[in-house]
């Protein structure tokens, strides 16, 4: 029996109550339940998830080839080994998920096809008041909470972005979105042009290429890459000295961070130096005689933008072997038969794919109320880009742009544990940040500084999001490597935090 069905749960106006309630069954909402069942042993909760099965991201996208652009060994958590190639496929990260819902006995608290269309919280009752609706069946469910754990994602998985071009309308082909890839496209023999060039684009572009007559990449403005073998020399070495699997996995762990925080800080203290690594790299793929600068040489420093990692070059390779190609140009309009670019380049094709981003989720889409006032997060202020001034009893998962997400999701889970822990030993019903008496004048700023990381979905729901403070409690810094000995060290007695 199919862990969906397992979980069917009869519908009804009576409010089930939970001291925690769980926003999504991705891989920060499996992680929180985690961490309730082993921190806060004995406490209620549900998770509760719009889909029909766990994974979030890797249950939604269905396009050929999709696989992490993080290694494993820092996106898979901390607690679970993760003993296979470092990127994996999105059926790999299902099982290793499926692992960790069974051994941990976690599928009982989930309910699929629950989707949640309000939050009301109460200062009266101290309660969120959750209405939600079963998709499956269409009827109301009502659910009451102490805690509300937001662990929804960051885009909706409804529909992906694509941009509106003059002209779509007259094509004659299929347009399809990534993130709404059909189970039956045919594509075998055909010419396809994918739009755009990150993670998405340099995922798929390699998966279709042998089966396409040709594959055009088609981007605006180049993208940084890195490049290497798909496997951690380190964790072979160790599996050969017959070292058990927990410890390769915290060893292994440790030498990537230590890796990242390296490569992350000589972005910014020496980004000429590791541009050009990044384009050696690819030089040694693609040849001298390739065209490096107009297509893989991008006009802002490394890492304002996420870099994708690419296995065994797979891309690369794909281009060599002339199954694939990089066109960078802007696109004037569609055509009947593809695109004309601003170049007055013709670009035909069968298929055009638009791997142009994602729609900006803020918190679930849901309409959230504070003692009957709507609320506006944009005009919060974020503590630690996990909770948010003025808005009790709730925490938000918001990954790593530049490291896994999941190294945030755990230490938000240990934070929220022993948030809860305190909040019982003080006997609080309520906690709620706000910004104390030395905070008042700081000046306020966008959540986060356009000069630091700048990727179009963010870039586009910015005036959603909350707004950030000048001091770093009051900031998604970023900064794994100094959040990791920050987060364990936040004194929940602070002034930032207002109980009653």
């Known amino acids: 029996m199919s862990e969906t069905a397992t979980l069917a749960r009869p519908a009804s106006r009576t409010a089930e109550h939970f001291e925690v309630l769980i926003v999504g069954a991705g891989i920060s909402g499996i992680g929180g339940a985690y961490h309730l069942t082993k921190q806060c042993a004995g406490t209620s909760f549900v998770v509760l998830e719009t889909q029909d099965s766990f994974g979030g991201t890797w249950w939604t996208h269905r396009y050929p080839g999709i ?24 059926a ?39 209405e ?33 071009w003059d002209g779509m309308e007259s094509y004659q082909g299929q347009i399809i979105h990534p993130q709404s890839w059909p189970d039956d496209l045919d594509y075998k023999g ?12 340099a995922t798929l572009v390699p998966a279709i290429a042998d089966d396409c007559a040709h594959v055009n990449m088609l981007q605006r403005s180049p993208t940084y890459f890195r490049a290497g073998r798909n496997a951690i ?3 072979e070495e160790l599996r050969e000295l017959g070292i058990e699997e927990t410890w390769i996995h915290e060893i292994v762990r440790r030498k990537i961070l230590h890796d990242q925080d390296a490569f992350t800080r000589r972005t910014f203290t020496e980004p000429e130096v590791v541009k050009q690594e990044l384009l050696g790299v690819v030089r040694a793929y693609l040849g001298e005689d390739y065209d490096v600068d107009t297509h893989f040489t991008p006009s802002y420093r490394p890492w304002r933008q996420r870099i994708a990692f690419i296995p065994d070059g797979d891309l690369f390779q794909g281009i060599r072997r002339g199954k694939a190609s990089v066109v960078t140009d802007e ?5 009947e038969t593809g695109l004309l670019l601003k170049s007055g380049k013709l670009l035909d094709a069968d298929i055009i794919v638009t791997a142009t981003g994602f729609n900006l989720n803020v918190l679930g889409d849901i309409g959230f109320t504070i003692n009957d006032k709507p609320l506006v997060f944009s005009d919060t202020v974020t503590y630690r880009g996990m909770m948010f001034t003025g808005v009790p009893n709730m925490a938000w998962v918001f990954g790593y742009f530049r490291a896994s997400w999941t190294l945030r999701a755990d230490l938000v889970g240990d934070f929220v544990c022993r948030l809860l822990i305190h909040m019982k030993q003080k006997g609080a019903r309520m906690v709620t940040p706000s910004l ?6 700081m000046p306020l700023l966008p959540w986060i500084d356009p000069e630091n990381f700048n990727p179009g979905y963010i870039m586009r729901g910015m005036h959603l999001l909350p707004k950030r403070g ?9 900064d794994y490597w100094a959040e990791k000995d920050e987060f364990p060290e936040i004194d929940l007695n602070d002034a930032a935090f207002a109980y009653s």
Request: aromatic share 12%; proline share 4%.
């Open 436 to 441: 104390r008496p030395q905070d008042k004048d």
């Open 233 to 235: 020399a380190l964790a």
């Open 470 to 478: 000048d001091k770093s409690e009051w900031q998604h810094t970023q």
């Open 67 to 90: 696989r992490s652009d993080s290694d494993l060994h820092t996106f898979g958590y901390r607690f679970k080994p993760w003993t296979s190639a470092p990127i994996a496929t999105a």
């Open 92 to 130: 790999e990260i299902l099982a290793y998920m499926r692992d960790v819902i069974a051994e941990n006995d976690l599928g009982r608290h989930i309910r699929y096809h629950h989707k949640i269309v309000s939050a009301s919280w109460s200062n009266d009752q101290a309660l969120w008041a959750i």
């Open 190 to 201: 055909k010419t396809v042009v994918v739009i755009g060039s990150g993670a998405t684009a």
């Open 331 to 335: 696109i004037e309009r569609f055509t």
């Open 132 to 164: 939600a609706i079963r998709t499956d069946t269409g009827a109301p469910v009502r659910f009451t909470t102490n805690f509300l754990w937001m662990c929804q994602g960051y885009y909706r998985h409804d529909k992906g972005y694509t941009p509106k």
